[in-house]
């Protein structure tokens, strides 16, 4: 397997649970009647779609692709920001429309008479920023990593991933970059 793959197959196990853990936490802490249980339940339900997803779309691809066509250059803090953005408008609108459905079954299911449009939205909205910051912040950090762990120096920008290394293209850290 090549280490695309595997970095590909690792960022999504990570995205995914770190977005599920963020967003389920967010949900039930914002429902007003935190349980374990019912966090435990859409942490473990969000985590299976996050990874469904995490495993159907290609997020790299999509990013670099969403950044070429900006005209961002990979790697680089606006396509950062852009991705992150097309990243969060992927997860989270599916995850928090599993887990406000499952949140109004449960309620309805007790005598609540909740209007699920209004529920909706408003978690989505508080979601869509929940999720924005946790892949701001944790997709660099898992890729840098999962690139430390795998020995792969990380590409600087230009158009074509750009040199290896550091500044000015100056290899760093590893067997070929040793000073």
Do not use: C
Not at 13 to 19: Q, S
Not at 90 to 98: A, E
Not at 126 to 139: A, D, E, P, R
């Amino acid at each position: 397997m090549k280490f695309e793959r595997k970095i590909g197959i690792l960022m999504s196990i990570l995205m995914g649970v770190t977005m599920s853990f963020g967003l389920s936490l967010t949900g039930n802490l914002l429902s007003g009647k935190f349980t374990w249980q019912d966090f435990l339940m859409s942490f473990l339900v969000s985590t299976l779609l996050s990874l469904v997803i995490g495993f159907i779309v290609p997020m790299k691809k999509v990013g670099d692709a969403a950044a070429r066509k900006a005209g961002i250059r990979p790697n680089s803090l606006p396509a950062h920001f852009l991705t992150s953005l097309i990243s969060d408008l992927i997860y989270t609108p599916v995850i928090t429309l599993v887990m406000v459905f499952m949140a109004y079954m449960n309620a309805t299911a007790h005598g609540a008479q909740i209007p699920f449009l209004p529920m909706f939205l408003r978690s989505l909205v508080i979601s869509l920023i929940v999720g924005y910051v946790l892949i701001f912040i944790f997709m660099p950090l898992f890729m840098k990593l999962l690139f430390k762990a795998f020995k792969i120096q990380r590409p600087m920008g230009g158009p074509q991933g750009g040199p290896q290394g550091g500044p000015q293209g100056r290899p760093q850290g590893g067997p070929q970059g040793e000073r």
